[in-house]
């Protein structure tokens, strides 16, 4: 039996995913992005987890597709095929994802990066849109990677393929920061604990807004955002918040 490559911890509402596999830099192989898929479908829906935490052992945080399993294989045996369920799980999830990143990734792993919510990272960690350079296409990855760059830094990377540091993938939206790397875990730590204060409806129906596309006139977007607004100040998350604001005590669903 092979060994588990993507493990999920689960403790004090944070449940951690894990890649490990090392031995490939953690590439997404196909055992990886089943186990990870499953990992994250677990975690969504385990009431208990308030957040995910998206990480990985060994100096790089991924190298993208698993080029191994890919050379030889026709247009229907690529494992593209399944790689958006992955990042379609993670950008939809109402449970917020934090990637927390202490190495490199590369093409179908910043794929990953751009799906999650928060992404903080080691100021030494690097980044490539790699593709082009093998002859292939960022395609799969750039419906989460566009909607966070800047257009002229995409069109450049993407381009280019060019290896870019952690201070330009900030600059550019990709991440959303970084920190020297014996500072990475507190930050990682702050983020997650400023999302646990918040009500786990309210923060997916945030997220849901956030990733939106606005339709309709200004008088009917008004009206359907007033509509979302009262039904929270009226429902159970937002008439516990403000009793626990009143009496100044942490809310209920705040794990200590």
């Known amino acids: ?3 588990e490559l993507v493990h999920l911890d689960v403790d004090r509402g944070v449940g951690t995913i894990t890649l490990d596999s090392p031995a490939n830099r953690n590439a997404l192989s196909a055992q990886l992005r089943r186990e990870l898929l499953a990992a994250l479908d677990t975690a969504i829906g385990d009431g208990a987890v308030l957040v ?3 990480t990985h052992t060994g100096p790089v945080f991924c190298a993208g597709m698993d080029l191994k399993e890919t050379r030889g294989a026709s247009a229907g045996e690529q494992g593209v095929m399944e790689f958006p369920a992955v990042l379609e799980r993670i950008w939809t999830s109402p449970t917020p994802v934090v990637a927390r990143l202490a190495g490199p990734a590369r093409a179908g792993g910043v ?9 903080v990272a080691a100021d030494s960690t690097t980044y490539a849109f790699s593709e082009v350079r ?8 750039s419906v989460t990677v566009l909607p966070r760059l800047a257009a002229r830094a995409a069109h450049e990377l993407f381009l280019t393929g060019e290896t870019f540091d952690a201070a330009r993938a900030v600059a550019i939206g990709l991440l959303t920061r970084s920190v020297p790397a014996d500072e990475l875990d507190a930050e990682v730590a702050r983020s997650v604990d400023m999302l646990r204060r918040g009500a786990p ?17 200004m008088s009917e977007r008004f009206a359907a955002m007033l509509e979302l607004s009262a039904g929270f100040f009226a429902g159970e998350e937002g008439q516990e918040g403000m009793r626990a604001f009143a009496e100044k005590r942490p809310p209920a669903w705040v794990v200590d």
């Open 201 to 217: 409806g309210a923060l997916a129906a945030t997220k849901q807004l956030l990733l939106g596309t606005p339709t309709g006139s």
């Open 111 to 119: 794929g990953l990066v751009a799906a999650c919510d928060l992404a």
């Open 1 to 3: 039996m092979a060994d």
């Open 134 to 141: 093998i002859g292939v296409v960022p395609a799969v990855i």
């Open 52 to 54: 995910i935490v998206l």
